[in-house]
């Protein structure tokens, strides 16, 4: 029989009892810890999960030799801190999203995960969405042709953090998507944003990406919004897709809709557009829990060696594209050059 992976979760506040769940249901692992500075954060997960072991002390789990990885679910600030902490001690990290609170924070990571060779994973958890997959196996196979722009809107009321504004809360998902689909880094940044509500903390963002060949991306990420969506729209040469996270059904829709430049014409008056109106198609997708996906990859990673779909070089590219976004919006939205971290593949 093979060893079960133990883990400790660090962090069981919002999200880290969905990691907990996740880590302490998969087979092949036993999820031994959890760590909190909020005492009653952890009576309410010992509640649910009476067999864990909890403290408020993260060195319990660090120094604890029978735990082989840790799961961080801290806020940002403390991510880089903790990860190294934990590689330094022998323990694999999975990390969640965003993987740190500056490029050079995710650099001093990536140090660490490959001078002691342990896996380092970010909480990317679209990339392990079968809607998300989908898409990008149908703008690998050109069914959509070339892409144009990708269009993501990302809002809702509340929930207002005070640790980060809404470009470190919510863009992350949309940036990580926008990599994994596209396969390319951003090369220009430009973006906008306000902080209506609390003083400092943006609630609202406009955040443009220009890719090489003229391709782009707009993302609105908002906590001041009526209504929750959660919408990307791709829009190809061939066809269109529009993917609504929100729709209980149907959250996929690829649409055989386009518009082509007649070939021939003899004078500016004769100069026609053709518009294609064909079939909207709802491709048929099993849908499984993404976080379940995501930590089964991380075990997988761990146990085979292999460097997960959302490794620390991922981390990086993402935030790297969120720091200079927030640049770009101190600065009143000038544009702000990529440098092109992912250069690290
Ligand atoms: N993947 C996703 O879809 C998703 C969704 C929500 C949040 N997140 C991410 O999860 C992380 C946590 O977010 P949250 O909303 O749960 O925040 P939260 O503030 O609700 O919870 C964080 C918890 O960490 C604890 N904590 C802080 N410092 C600690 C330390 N040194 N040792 C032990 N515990 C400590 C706090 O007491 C708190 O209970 C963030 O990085 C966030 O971006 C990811």
């Keep these: 029989m093979i060893a079960p992976i133990r883990v400790g979760v660090i962090g069981v506040g919002y999200w880290g009892p969905n990691l907990v769940r996740n880590f302490y249901s998969l087979p092949g692992t036993e999820c031994r810890w959890a760590v909190d500075l909020d005492e009653k954060r952890l009576t309410h997960v010992q509640s649910m999960y009476p067999s864990l072991q909890v403290s408020t002390n993260l060195h319990d789990v660090i120094d604890d030799a029978e735990v082989d990885a840790v799961v961080l679910a801290t806020p940002v600030d403390k991510h880089a801190e903790i990860a190294i902490a934990a590689m330094n001690a022998g323990k694999h990290v999975f990390v969640e999203k965003p993987m740190a609170s500056t490029v050079e924070e995710c650099k001093q990571m990536l140090e660490v995960a490959e001078r002691t060779g342990r896996t380092l994973m970010v909480g990317h958890t679209f990339l392990y969405n079968s809607v998300v997959r989908r898409i990008k196996q149908l703008i690998d196979e050109g069914e959509l042709g070339e892409i144009f722009y990708v269009n993501m809107t990302r809002v809702n009321l509340g929930l207002f953090r005070e640790d980060v504004n809404v470009v470190w809360d919510l863009a992350p998902h949309d940036v990580a998507i926008l990599e994994y689909l596209l396969g390319e880094h951003p090369i220009r940044v430009h973006a906008t944003g306000n902080d209506f509500v609390q003083p400092g903390i943006e609630d609202v963002a406009f955040i443009d990406l220009e890719y090489s060949g003229g391709r782009r991306a707009h993302l609105h990420v908002s906590w001041l919004d009526p209504n929750k969506i959660r919408k990307v729209t791709v829009v190809g040469s061939k066809k269109m897709l529009v993917y609504d996270d929100t729709s209980n059904v149907e959250k996929l829709r690829v649409y055989d809709k386009g518009v082509t430049k007649m070939p021939h014409y003899d004078s500016f008056g004769e100069f026609q557009l053709s518009y294609r109106y064909g079939d909207i198609v709802l491709p048929r997708i099993e849908e499984a829990e993404p976080l379940k996906t995501e930590a089964q990859h991380f075990l997988d990673c761990i146990r085979e060696g292999k460097r ?38």
Excluded: M
Excluded at 318 to 337: K, N, P, T
């Design 308 to 345: 997960p779909l959302s490794d620390g070089v991922n981390g990086l590219e993402v935030v790297e594209v969120l720091e200079a976004s927030c640049r770009s919006i101190e600065q009143g939205g000038v544009a702000i050059e990529l440098n092109g971290v992912g250069s690290h593949r």
